[in-house]
């Protein structure tokens, strides 16, 4: 998104009604990315508030204010990660929470693929590729400065993960019709 570049200087040099401007123009894309990363409504919302309070903290460091877009969804898309790393370390104590994920476990070879649990089974490098290039319309070179990877790794990944798409899909294609 294209902002105004004196609202970004503003930001930069201290104004916080400019940045809270900044960031409500965001706010919407900022849910939706998050919610596409980490799937809980909850989740997205924490990972708006931390990135908006690092982003507070961390604007002045801000060196080209016509990449602000493009920076505030870097801090995002850690964030996410951050979030979706902890939750994966959380061990549930109660019975009857490790008795579904034992279940979840056993089932996950018949249960049936759909496009968003196929891209939630790919490593978080694919997933990310995918989401910004397809979900996000965004292009290669700003997936590469979002990711923090040279262009031709971004171009690797979508490739790679197209391929672990297709060939989950299939498998689960066929799994559902010999159990049908």
């Known amino acids: 998104?294209?902002?105004?570049?004196?609202?970004?200087?503003?930001?930069?040099?201290?104004?916080?009604?400019a940045f809270e401007e900044l960031?409500?123009?965001?706010e919407k894309n900022?849910?939706?990315k998050a919610l596409s990363y980490v799937g809980k409504k909850e989740d997205a919302l924490d990972a708006i508030q931390?990135?908006?309070?690092?982003a507070f903290l961390s604007i002045g460091q801000l060196q080209n204010p016509e990449y602000f877009s493009t920076w505030l969804f870097k801090i995002l898309i850690r964030e996410c990660y951050k979030l979706l790393k902890n939750r994966d370390q959380i061990?549930?104590?109660?019975?009857n929470e490790l008795l579904k994920r034992l279940?979840?476990?056993?089932?996950?070879e018949i249960e049936s693929f759909h496009l968003s649990d196929a891209l939630a089974k790919l490593n978080t490098?694919?997933?990310?590729?995918?989401?910004?290039?397809?979900?996000?319309?965004l292009p290669i070179q700003e997936i590469s400065e979002v990711m923090d990877k040279p262009v031709g790794t971004v171009k690797t990944y979508?490739?790679?993960?197209?391929?672990?798409?297709?060939?989950?899909l299939e498998r689960s294609a066929k799994l559902n019709e010999k159990y049908t």
């Open 1 to 17: 998104m294209k902002h105004d570049m004196h609202t970004v200087k503003k930001a930069i040099n201290g104004n916080a009604n």
């Open 23 to 26: 960031l409500f123009l965001e």
């Open 30 to 32: 900022l849910y939706y």
């Open 50 to 54: 931390e990135t908006s309070c690092k």
């Open 91 to 95: 061990i549930p104590y109660e019975e």
């Open 103 to 108: 279940d979840r476990i056993q089932d996950k």
């Open 125 to 137: 490098s694919y997933q990310t590729s995918i989401i910004l290039f397809y979900y996000h319309d």
């Open 158 to 168: 979508l490739r790679r993960a197209k391929k672990e798409l297709k060939n989950n």
